[in-house]
Nanobody, 115 residues
Framework: QVQLVESGGGLVQAGGSLRLSCAAS????????MGWFRQSPGRQRELVAL???????NYGDSVKGRFTISRDNAKTTVYLQMNSVKPEDTAVYYC?????????WGQGTQVTVSS
């Protein structure tokens, strides 16, 4: 059973920073990509950032230049460094891990940006 443990959400002022973490209980050979999506009320879940097994990254347009995705040396924990946050970044952030056969989601962590 794959488990994703997220941490780091909370309340932050606009212009501030926050870092999210997601630890996956899965062998690294299985992982195709790790990343973050977010969803706010009344909106569809959207891509925030992905990091692939080869180290390539992909970002949603609204966070480019402000957010950075990275992973640990074991390649089983993914981080999202959020800088220069805006009120529109307020959402539930979900960790996602894609293996070569399945996809997994974390329980979500709330990020609230106050203006």
């Amino acid at each position: 059973q794959v488990q994703l443990v997220e941490s780091g959400g909370g309340l932050v002022q606009a212009g501030g920073s926050l870092r999210l973490s997601c630890a996956a209980s899965i062998g690294t050979f299985s992982i195709k990509s790790m990343g973050w999506f977010r969803q706010s009320p009344g909106r569809q879940r959207e891509l925030v950032a992905l990091i692939f097994s080869n180290g390539n990254t992909n970002y949603g347009d609204s966070v480019k230049g402000r957010f950075t995705i990275s992973r640990d040396n074991a390649k089983t924990t993914v981080y999202l460094q959020m800088n220069s946050v805006k009120p529109e970044d307020t959402a539930v952030y979900y960790c996602n891990v894609q293996t070569w056969s399945s996809g997994y989601w974390g329980q979500g962590t709330q990020v609230t940006v106050s203006s």
